[in-house]
């Protein structure tokens, strides 16, 4: 495994897809099937090279695990096509909006599936210091 593999997202199979099927203007189910397609081949990339995630240090059992594995999401897709299209900053931020507005709509989640009605939104853990006892 190449050094720093465990944290990285875009290789360079990823970056040629948004290439070939990255426009600003495209349609929403365009963007989430080009989200989908690109989360695929990162989880297969990711499979067939045997990357693992990267460490991580967990501060409520203080020791170290595999943190969970990257995925694409759909803003991280819009963000792609600002950084590896020719998609002008105007063009990329249009889009965010218009995929803000969408996922409100739809009641969809950052990966562009089906929020459940059910499941309680996610809070942060609050991390507190622990003071050494005597």
């Given at each position: 495994m190449a050094s720093g593999d465990a944290q990285k997202v875009w290789f360079p199979e990823l970056i040629e897809m948004v290439r070939q099927a990255?426009?600003?203007?495209?349609?929403?189910d365009?963007?989430?099937r080009l989200r989908d397609r690109l989360n695929t081949t990162l989880q297969t990339i990711r499979h067939t090279r045997q990357i693992l995630p990267a460490m991580m240090w967990c501060p409520h059992c203080q020791t170290r695990h595999r943190a969970?594995?990257?995925s694409?999401?759909?803003?991280?897709?819009?963000?792609a096509l600002g950084r590896y299209?020719?998609?002008t900053?105007?063009?990329?931020?249009?889009?965010?909006?218009?995929?803000?507005?969408?996922r409100k709509q739809q009641q969809l989640n950052?990966?562009?599936?089906?929020?459940?009605?059910?499941?309680?939104?996610?809070?942060?853990t609050r991390v507190t210091r622990r003071v050494p006892q005597e």
């Open positions: 990255g426009a600003p203007a495209m349609s929403m365009a963007l989430l969970a594995p990257p694409v999401s759909v803003r991280a897709t819009i963000l299209t020719r998609a900053a105007s063009e990329v931020q249009a889009l965010e909006k218009r995929w803000n507005r969408y950052r990966d562009g599936q089906p929020e459940d009605a059910g499941a309680a939104p996610r809070q942060r």
